[in-house]
């Protein structure tokens, strides 16, 4: 079993930052990609940000130039710093993490999700 504990959402300005924070533990053999999507109310989730394993991040449209994303693999973290945030950034931030287990298998994680909500 793997598990991803998120922290660090809340309610911000406009203009405002926020950094996200992940935490992977469980029956983990290694991790590959890693990183954040987020669902707003009525719309489908999408991508925020994702990390390869080697460092090599991948950004959402609607995100880039404003959130950066980090990892450390040796402690199977995962950083979202979020900066000039907008009202259209208010959403459920889920982590994300594809695990390769204990036994060689390859799946797909999430967390519970950390609310975000930016005001104006």
């Known amino acids: 079993q793997v598990q991803l504990v998120e922290s660090g959402g809340g309610l911000v300005q406009a203009g405002g930052s926020l950094r996200l924070s992940c935490a992977a533990s469980?029956?983990?053999?290694?991790?590959?990609?890693m990183g954040w999507y987020r669902q707003a109310p009525g719309k489908q989730r999408e991508l925020v940000a994702t990390m390869t394993r080697g460092g090599g991040p991948n950004y959402g449209d609607s995100v880039k130039g404003r959130f950066t994303i980090s990892r450390d693999n040796a402690k199977r973290t995962v950083l979202l710093q979020t900066n000039s945030l907008e009202p259209e950034d208010t959403a459920v931030y889920y982590c994300?993490?594809?695990?390769?287990?204990?036994?060689?298998?390859?799946?797909?994680?999430w967390g519970q999700g950390t609310q975000v909500t930016v005001s104006s």
């Open positions: 994300y993490a594809k695990v390769i287990t204990m036994s060689l298998k390859l799946d797909n994680y």
């Open positions: 469980g029956n983990i053999f290694r991790i590959d990609d």
